[in-house]
């Protein structure tokens, strides 16, 4: 699919079929997430992929925002590898793993699967249920599955700022 065409259909579903997601579909995100660029190549992210009925039961403990999707990917950041800039040593950890879980929710959209990006959930709750090493920063819940048939983009979807509203050239003006 192209590219813009790709960013401008895809939304967040909140109704999934109960249908399991196929391996090779499965497969395919988790490659997008392994070819995400990350800053220095540093490549800390770390992806806890979440099936099985158990498991689901412990997301639906953090979140209210789990929608019925078979399948949750956990993205935490390993804080121990991610690149630090060295004037601030601002840490790039949060970054990485939302450029992580932004490269596999529109590889997923590409290949027909639907996502939700939740952060909307208790962190302490999900590192206790999952027994997360301190090391890792749990930073993005990717709910995941194929959209029910009756589906739709929530009304706010489709809502943009117009582009002079967020872009500035060379200057930003008084805000």
Request: hydrophobic fraction near 45%; proline fraction near 7%; charge should be neutral.
């Amino acid at each position: 699919m192209d590219f813009s065409l790709l960013a401008a259909r895809r939304y967040s579903v909140r109704k999934f079929k109960d249908t399991p997601i196929k391996k090779e579909d499965l497969d395919r995100v988790l490659e997008a997430a392994r070819s995400a660029p990350t800053a220095g190549n540093r490549q800390p992210q770390r992806v806890l992929v979440i099936t099985r009925e158990e498991g689901l039961k412990k997301i639906d403990l953090c979140t209210k925002c789990r929608f019925g999707a078979p399948a949750a990917l956990l993205v935490c950041a390993d804080t121990t590898v991610c690149w630090a800039r060295p004037f601030d040593g601002a840490k790039s950890d949060q970054v990485d793993a939302s450029i992580v879980t932004t490269q596999m929710m529109l590889q997923a959209a590409d290949i027909g699967l639907g996502t939700t990006w939740v952060m909307y959930f208790d962190p302490e709750k999900l590192i206790r249920e999952f027994a997360i090493p301190d090391k890792l920063l749990p930073v993005a819940l990717l709910v995941m599955g194929y959209p029910a048939d009756d589906a739709q983009p929530a009304e706010r979807h489709g809502r943009r700022n117009p582009l002079d509203a967020l872009v500035f050239y060379e200057n930003f003006p008084a805000l």
